[in-house]
T-cell receptor
Framework: NAGVMQNPRHLVRRRGQEARLRCSPM?????VYWYRQLPEEGLKFMVY????????ESGMPKERFSAEFPKEGPSILRIQQVVRGDSAAYFC????????????FGQGTRLTVV | DQQVKQNSPSLSVQEGRISILNCDYT??????FLWYKKYPAEGPTFLIS?????DKNEDGRFTVFLNKSAKHLSLHIVPSQPGDSAVYFC?????????FGDGTTLTVKP
């Protein structure tokens, strides 16, 4: 059973470009979470999705960031018009159910904006 | 307002001794607590959890203690091994999503 797969592992974008981060959850998991880790900080919740639905996006910046989890295919975190402050490690996690279970994390995508 | 705080950014212990990592939280309504371990360039991996109906949970060398009145939990690792060197995050997960502390970097010296 493959774990949570994130790609790319490393992504370099120039300011103003778009960044697309992909996450395939573990087989059988329908709950996906995105987190961001800035240097020297902990993981900050961004968004929680189930298939085709955004359940909680309270941690998402109001502009330039969007996420989706289509019926088929991976979850996508999209950052438009990236700025240097978007440079961070972005982690995706999945779980089989909603409440009170641990999440399984991918290895992350390290985004660098130059 | 940080809901989960790990006040020690780093901890260094000798191999074979006990490691104690601490975590404080603010909301008494939190009912499930987790510890994750993270190596550089990897994602966090789940280590151990505890429900608010318990005050202790043990798994091999790892034990988590929960003090609800003090809103405090701790992770004990005994005996500590060099392979335990990593960043440890405590987390709470109301409503199915986790809120993480900033982590404590544990270094176990041979």
């Amino acid at each position: 059973n493959a774990g949570v797969m994130q790609n790319p592992r490393h992504l370099v974008r120039r300011r103003g470009q778009e960044a697309r981060l992909r996450c395939s959850p573990m087989k059988g998991h329908s709950h996906v979470y995105w987190y961001r880790q800035l240097p020297e900080e902990g993981l900050k919740f961004m968004v929680y999705l189930q298939k085709e639905n955004i359940i909680d996006e309270s941690g998402m910046p109001k502009e330039r960031f969007s996420a989706e989890f289509p019926k088929e295919g991976p979850s996508i975190l999209r950052i438009q018009q990236v700025v240097r402050g978007d440079s961070a490690a972005y982690f995706c996690a999945s779980s089989p159910s909603l409440m009170n279970t641990e999440a399984f994390f991918g290895q992350g995508t390290r985004l660098t904006v130059v | 307002d940080q809901q989960v705080k790990q006040n020690s950014p780093s901890l260094s212990v000798q191999e074979g001794r006990i490691s104690i990592l601490n975590c404080d939280y603010t909301n008494s309504m939190f009912d499930y607590f987790l510890w994750y371990k993270k190596y550089p360039a990897e994602g966090p991996t789940f280590l151990i959890s505890i429900s608010s109906i318990k005050d202790k949970n043990e798994d091999g060398r790892f034990t988590v203690f929960l003090n609800k009145s003090a809103k405090h939990l701790s992770l004990h690792i005994v005996p500590s091994q060099p392979g335990d060197s990593a960043v440890y995050f405590c987390a709470v997960n109301p409503a199915g999503k986790s809120t993480f502390g900033d982590g404590t970097t544990l270094t176990v010296k041979p």
